[in-house]
């Protein structure tokens, strides 16, 4: 196995109360952490959507992070997706769709 074989890309939509909540920046800030790639937006229908690549272990660590959300967030689900890795390295904020 190669450590590109441990490596997974998925988009994330996330729906409830998860905008004004602060949800972005704790996606930033627990990517960041997690040493993993990617982006987080809001979308106009009230959801957030983002992208997210890295080890395995990793990403699953942030999914859970992204099922609970900050305080004030209520998460009712969550639609998990393979992607293609970004283009960029690093996790940052994307403009709103």
Aim: proline fraction near 4%; include cysteine; aromatic fraction near 8%.
């Amino acid at each position: 196995m190669t450590a590109e074989d441990d490596l997974t890309t998925l988009r994330v939509k996330i729906e409830g109360f998860v905008q004004g909540v602060g949800y972005r920046h704790f996606a930033i800030m627990e990517a960041r952490r997690l040493g993993l790639d990617g982006w987080v937006r809001n979308v106009f229908d009230g959801t957030v959507e983002l992208l997210v690549s890295g080890p395995n272990l990793q990403v699953e660590e942030f999914v859970g992070c992204c099922m609970r959300g900050p305080t004030g967030a209520k998460v009712t689900n969550i639609e998990l997706h393979r992607a293609d890795p970004p283009t960029r390295k690093g996790f940052s904020l994307a403009s709103t769709y």
